[in-house]
Structures are given as structure tokens and as C-alpha cells.
């Protein structure tokens, strides 16, 4: 079994990238044991917390939107890393779509965890174990339990995971929106339908708006980059102009939340950016 631990980068430029391609693969469970193994008892009761403006960079961009001085505390922390995965395979954000395909020895989340749940059933489990398995925690950290959970994971090869939950992005981020139409009018409808979303919550505070911001943003990123093959061009041509303008605006509400703006007026501002998007694609589907 290789140390992980051995194969972390000294170049602070490239332990971003490793992190990531580590996070995308199925060994980060085994790394966060040996990592708490070799650690040792911990001395300081501060722990990592992820944040929701935080999580929305990391989505956006990745690691490298993350201090070096964080990255590293994150090896500290594997719960942290383990819990971040988790977001990260539940919320799929075109950032990690990229990631996830682009790396030919990463494995699907449905694939690991079935690969797990075969090995649990085939070895006999101590008693930690079946309750991680029942309670499907990702953290074996606490007590007598975790110390013989982590020793039998060691033995038998098994690292215990929780099973990631499926897709449950919003708007054009939602499973299945730009690949399941068929035809031009079916899809823009899909398209118009998707934009809507944004109405179905409604944040009042700076943090909860720009989260909200940022996903939508990242959900026109997804559109930009797709095929859309059931488009022809010229409609194809539209719907990339009026995505791009929407993101133009959206970076504009970004700023004013930054300065200090008022949230409710700058989300009534984003909704009627939204309502003009809305608006475009349904005409583009009457025209289609």
C-alpha cells in the first residue's frame, strides 16, 4: 500500500492540482486514514469549516481560489477533504465535470461506492464499521470505534465512504437539461423552463444572493460549453449571445455586493436579467 503522503507536491503551485486530481480520484478516503494515522492525536480543537461563498469558489474555480497556508491545513483535516468531496460529487459543477472527465483513472461515484459495498458485504465487519456503513458517515475520527475501524479498514483493504448522493444541481446545472431534449423546440423549452428555477428561492442576504449568483453563473458556463446539438446555428448563435449577456450582468451584481450594495435591489436588478432570458428563449422556441 503507498503512502500518499509521500507524493505531495513542495511546489506550492502544483499542490492545487494534486489536491484536486486526488479529490477526483477513488483513493482520497485512503489517504484521509493514513493521513489521520500518521497525524496522530490532535491537540487543537479548531476545526475546518467550509463556507458557502468559499464553496461557491471552489466550484467556480477549483483549489487554487484557496490560500496555500488552507491547502495545507486541509491535509491536517482529512474530515475536511472528505466532506468537500462530498459537495463536490453531489453538486457537479462544470469545474469538476472538466476535472472528473479529463482524468482517465478517476472513477465514477456510483462505481466506488458499489466497489465498496461489494467488499463490505464479502468481509466480515467489526462493529464500527457496520454502524459507519448504516449511519453512511464519512467520519470514522472519534474514539475506541475509530481507532479499530481505521485499523480494520488497513487489513482488509476497505475503506468505508459515504455514497455520494446524485446530482441535485439547479438550473441548467440540473441533471439532464442540455443532453435529454430531442428536437430544437424541446429543447429550448427545457432551456426556458431551467432559467426559471432561479425564482424558486429567494435569498435576502449578501452571502446567500451571491452564492445564488454564482450558481446560475456557473450554469451558463455549462450552456456556453455545451453541443446543444439539436440547435442550428443561427439559433444556437442566440442563445449564446443572450447567455453571455446574462453573465455580463451577473459579474456587474457581483461587484455591487462586493461594494457593499443593497441585496434585495440588486436581486431585483439580477431577476429582471433573469425575466430577459426567460423571455428570449421562449421567443426563440415560438420562432423555431
Not at 428561492?201 to 450552456?223: M, V, Y
Request: charged share 25%; glycine share 4%.
Amino acid at each position: 500500500m503507498a503512502l500518499t503522503s509521500l507524493n505531495i507536491p513542495e511546489d506550492p503551485q502544483l499542490l492545487a492540482e494534486w489536491l484536486e486530481a486526488l479529490i477526483c480520484s477513488d483513493e482520497l478516503s485512503l489517504a484521509a486514514v493514513q493521513w489521520e494515522v500518521l497525524a496522530g492525536p490532535r491537540t487543537d480543537t479548531e476545526t475546518m469549516t467550509w463556507a458557502e461563498t468559499q464553496l461557491a469558489e471552489i466550484d467556480a474555480v477549483g483549489l487554487k481560489s484557496l490560500p496555500e497556508d488552507e491547502l495545507r491545513q486541509l491535509m491536517s483535516q482529512p474530515s475536511a477533504l472528505l466532506e468537500l468531496q462530498e459537495h463536490i460529487l453531489a453538486e457537479c459543477p462544470p469545474y469538476w465535470q472538466n476535472r472528473l472527465q479529463g482524468d482517465p483513472s478517476s472513477t465514477s461515484a456510483d462505481a466506488i461506492w458499489a466497489r465498496v459495498e461489494s467488499q463490505l458485504d464479502a468481509s466480515p465487519a467489526s462493529p464500527a464499521v457496520v454502524e459507519a456503513k448504516q449511519h453512511k458517515s464519512p467520519r470514522l475520527w472519534s474514539g475506541l470505534g475509530a481507532v479499530l475501524a481505521i485499523a480494520a479498514c488497513l487489513m482488509i483493504g476497505v475503506w468505508v465512504m459515504q455514497p455520494p448522493a446524485k446530482p441535485t444541481g439547479w438550473g441548467f446545472n440540473a441533471p439532464g437539461v442540455l443532453e435529454s431534449a430531442r428536437s430544437e423546440d424541446e429543447l429550448l423549452e427545457t432551456l426556458a423552463d431551467a432559467t426559471h428555477a432561479w425564482f424558486n428561492k429567494r435569498p435576502e442576504t449578501r452571502e446567500d444572493l451571491e452564492l445564488r449568483l454564482k450558481q446560475f453563473d456557473a450554469g451558463c458556463q455549462k450552456l456556453l460549453a455545451a453541443e446543444l446539438a439539436p440547435l442550428q446555428q443561427s439559433t444556437h448563435t442566440a442563445v449564446d449571445e443572450i447567455c453571455q449577456k446574462t453573465r455580463d450582468a451577473i459579474a456587474g451584481y457581483l461587484v455591487q455586493l462586493d461594494e457593499g450594495g443593497d441585496p434585495l435591489a440588486i436581486r431585483g436588478e439580477a431577476d429582471q436579467t433573469v425575466t430577459t432570458l426567460e423571455e428570449t428563449l421562449r421567443k426563440l422556441q415560438q420562432t423555431s
